[in-house]
């Protein structure tokens, strides 16, 4: 007989006398509404409400910590449905399945496990656990409720409690996607405007997007000043839309301010093709500096994540395109990247920035105390690779001596991948159930503070981080 797949309720929480204490705790918060507000989910999902594909469209295909797993065991990525530059015909969808649930063991012990876990048995109401044999039935289970009307995407929304998510929207963006969904269900979802495709002059297509960002904004781009003001003008169109963050993931923190004329004379050799290396990294600190001053001109959050080497391997990103080349975590350094915009904006009324990393050794050297001393720093949660039990409880270990519990960002997921989101949050919630519950163990916390930083962590956090102060939209 097949072995069912059944999440253990325990899952995730300490063992011993602390769990007692951590099941009382996670009790209180579960049924919290989750705030997305770091979210990459694609807002045609919304704006369509099409019924979701086949199981491996969903759940293998774009989702980079499973494919990625299991192209590290040598299976290639054509056998797991990644489209390729050249258009060549994808891999059967049941193909792809039966390789994903041939392989369900390689994702023993990781997040990806968690996640997914949680997903089939309590999002899709199936125990099947995945192997080579039970690939075709969980296939077909999986479609069938997929066809039910209420796993369409904005009936989960209500499902999954979501009182507000977040996209994740380029400067070109039009924004009639998010028009449509916000005349369908007001104050819902909401854009964060993503620049990094413009703030970059070495990227080959630049120039291109320079032309999109003035034909949007109505401005002449052929000028710096004309390319600040375009930017200027489409901050203002995100804002209207609800958005309430902006979005920078640059390979470095430093946000160092160019003169005008340094500015302006890279900026019009970028235009014409002719930009070195050093002055293209140059132009998106420097750039990275005035998107503080903007927000702290129009109340935009500003979350920065660096320290990520995009398309590690050249020839998966010339066979698959960008953002498909195993990005890799590389050292993050903040504190002498982030002195002179913190010199002026660190303390400054209206302004907000929250700094995620990979490199969790900047966690107690660097971040905690940053955030405990400028009062316009908050931490953001455990991101991409530390998004993890283990990650999240180091994390907690790591920062909470220098900058307590409120001057993080609460926790926020960070991904693509729709169904998991409320698995995202409750993992969140466990780990921090059973942090807490050591402390009330070891008698450094009583139990009532305790439930209240549980919750603070789960929701009202978020909510203070993203949704108080200047800008706030009024169905806010």
């Not at 004309?226 to 946000?255: I, N, P, W």
């Not at 059973?434 to 439930?451: I, K, P, S, T």
Request: hydrophobic share 40%; glycine share 6%.
């Amino acid at each position: 007989m097949p072995k069912a797949l059944q999440p253990h309720p325990d899952r995730a929480l300490p063992a011993g006398e602390a769990r007692d204490i951590a099941r009382r705790i996670h009790a209180s918060t579960k049924d919290l509404p989750l705030l997305c507000l770091h979210g990459h989910v694609d807002i045609a999902l919304f704006a369509t409400d099409a019924p979701f594909g086949d199981p491996a469209e969903l759940l293998v295909v774009p989702d980079h910590y499973v494919t990625r797993m299991l192209i590290s065991q040598g299976i290639s990525p054509e056998r797991l449905g990644v489209p390729r530059r050249d258009g060549a015909p994808a891999a059967d969808p049941r193909e792809i399945w039966r390789e994903f649930c041939a392989n369900w063991h390689l994702f023993r012990a990781t997040p990806s496990r968690y996640w997914l876990e949680h997903e089939f048995a309590e999002v899709l109401g199936v125990t099947t656990h995945p192997s080579a044999e039970t690939a075709d039935e969980l296939y077909d289970q999986i479609s069938a409720r997929l066809a039910e009307p209420e796993f369409r995407p904005r009936a989960l929304l209500d499902r999954f409690a979501i009182e507000l998510i977040s996209t994740t929207d380029a400067a070109t963006d039009d924004l009639a996607q998010h028009a449509k969904v916000a005349a369908d269900l007001p104050g819902r979802v909401i854009p964060t405007f993503r620049p990094d495709a413009v703030v970059h002059p070495n990227r080959p297509d630049w120039s291109d997007l320079i032309q999109q960002l003035g034909a949007l904004a109505d401005v002449d781009t052929s000028t710096y000043d004309g390319y600040l003001q375009a930017l200027r003008q489409r901050r203002q169109v995100f804002v209207e839309a609800g958005a309430r963050a902006t979005d920078h993931g640059h390979l470095s923190a430093a946000a160092i301010p160019l003169s005008d004329a340094e500015a302006a004379r890279i900026y019009a050799g970028a235009l014409k093709g002719d930009v070195s290396a050093e002055d293209a990294s140059a132009f998106a600190g420097h750039m990275l500096y005035q998107s503080a001053v903007m927000s702290a001109e129009d109340g935009l959050v500003m979350q920065l994540h660096p320290g990520v080497l995009r398309d590690h391997d050249p020839a998966i990103h010339s066979t698959y395109g960008p953002d498909k080349g195993h990005d890799i975590p590389v050292a993050a350094e903040f504190t002498r990247s982030l002195q002179p915009l913190l010199e002026r904006f660190g303390h400054a009324a209206g302004f907000r920035m929250v700094l995620f990393t990979v490199d969790e050794t900047v966690y107690s050297r660097e971040l905690a105390p940053l955030a405990g001393v400028y009062s316009a720093v908050r931490l953001g949660a455990p991101w991409w690779f530390l998004d993890s039990p283990d990650g999240m409880r180091r994390f907690r270990e790591l920062v909470t001596e220098t900058a307590g519990f409120y001057n993080t960002s609460g926790f926020v997921d960070d991904t693509r991948a729709f169904l998991s989101i409320p698995a995202r949050h409750d993992l969140a919630r466990r780990i921090d159930a059973g942090y807490l519950a050591n402390l009330v163990l070891q008698h450094r916390l009583d139990e009532d503070d305790a439930f209240q930083v549980a919750r603070d962590l789960a929701y009202n956090l978020a909510r203070d981080t993203y949704l108080s102060g200047p800008g706030v939209p009024s169905n806010g």
